[in-house]
C-alpha cells in the first residue's frame, strides 16, 4: 500500500487568527475552527483529501517562532504586475517584508503575521494552474536523496532533480509541488511546518509506518502524548505525521 500527503501543519499561537490572514491570502476559506487549538484552511468546494490542494492546518503552540523556518510555502503570481500586486494585497492583510539574505532575487519575501516566511514568486510557466500556492519547500543537505523519501511517503512522483534542487508533485498532475533544495546548516529545532500523510482506506497504520521506516523515517517524540496519529522524521529530521486511515 501506500500513504498519501493530506495537510501542511503549521504551528500557530493564534490559531483562527493565522488561519484567518491565510484564508484571506489565498481565498480560500475557513474550513475547521477550534477556538485557541487548530484551525484549517482549503478552497471552497474543496473535497478531502485530493492533490488539487493542500489544505493548512493551525494548530495550537504556546511558543513564539524563532529563526528562519525550514519549511516555508512559495505563491505563484501570472505576470510581473500580478506578483506586485499581490505583495501589496498581503502587505494590506498584515504580511511584512523578510530578509533572509535574498538580495538580487526576482521573487518577494515576506513573513505571515507570526512571522512565518513564504515566497511571492516571480511568474513561472512551471506553476501555471498550480493554483495560488505553488509549491511546499523544505531545505535540506540532499534534495535528490529527500525527494526519494518523500516520492514514498507522499505518493508524489519526481518531477525534476539535480544536486541542488529537486521537486515532486501529484501523479494527478494538479496542485502544487513539493520541492527540496540545499542549503547549508543542519536542522536544529523542531519544524514549525510540517507535513502529514495518510494512509488509504483499509491500510494498516503501523503497517505504513513501518514501511516508511524501511525506507529511512523513524520515531520522533515533540511532547504529543497519547495521539492517534505517529510522529515520525524523515532522513534529514524533519517531523511528518501518519494519521490514521481515512
Known amino acids: 500500500m ?8 503549521i504551528d500557530a499561537t493564534d490559531p483562527p487568527g493565522l488561519a484567518r490572514f491565510w484564508s484571506a491570502a489565498l481565498g480560500w476559506e475557513v474550513g475547521a475552527e477550534e477556538p485557541g487549538e487548530v484551525a484549517a484552511v482549503w478552497p471552497r468546494g474543496y473535497d ?26 512559495d505563491l505563484a503570481s501570472e505576470s510581473v504586475a500580478h506578483q506586485a500586486a499581490e505583495v501589496d494585497r498581503l502587505l494590506g492583510l498584515g504580511a511584512a517584508r523578510a530578509d533572509i539574505g535574498q538580495d538580487g532575487v526576482p521573487w518577494a519575501v515576506l513573513a ?3 512571522g512565518n516566511e513564504f515566497c511571492v514568486l516571480d511568474p513561472r510557466p512551471v506553476y501555471a494552474g498550480t493554483g495560488p500556492v505553488a509549491a511546499v ?6 534534495p ?19 544536486e541542488v534542487f529537486a521537486s515532486l508533485r501529484s501523479p494527478s498532475g ?3 509541488y513539493l520541492e527540496f533544495l540545499r542549503v547549508p546548516g543542519a536542522k536544529a529545532l523542531k519544524n514549525r511546518l510540517h507535513l502529514d500523510v495518510m494512509p488509504y482506506p483499509g491500510a494498516g497504520q503501523r503497517a505504513e509506518v513501518e514501511r516508511l521506516a524501511e525506507h529511512g523515517a523513524r520515531p520522533a ?11 515520525l522524521a524523515d532522513p534529514e529530521g524533519n517531523e511528518f505525521c501518519v494519521l490514521a486511515p481515512g
Not at 221 to 231: F, K, N, R, T
Open 174 to 176: 494538479a496542485g502544487p
Open 221 to 231: 517524540d515533540v511532547g504529543q502524548g497519547e495521539v492517534p496519529w505517529v510522529v
Open 48 to 73: 478531502y483529501p485530493d492533490p488539487g490542494a493542500l489544505p493548512l492546518v493551525f494548530a495550537g503552540v504556546p511558543e513564539p517562532k524563532t529563526g528562519k523556518n525550514r519549511v516555508h510555502i
Open 137 to 142: 519547500v523544505a531545505d535540506c543537505a540532499d
Open 2 to 9: 501506500a500513504t498519501r500527503l493530506v495537510h501542511v501543519v
Open 144 to 162: 535528490v536523496s529527500l525527494a526519494r523519501f518523500w516520492s514514498e511517503a507522499a505518493g508524489w512522483t519526481v518531477h525534476e532533480r539535480g
Open 112 to 114: 505571515d503575521p507570526e
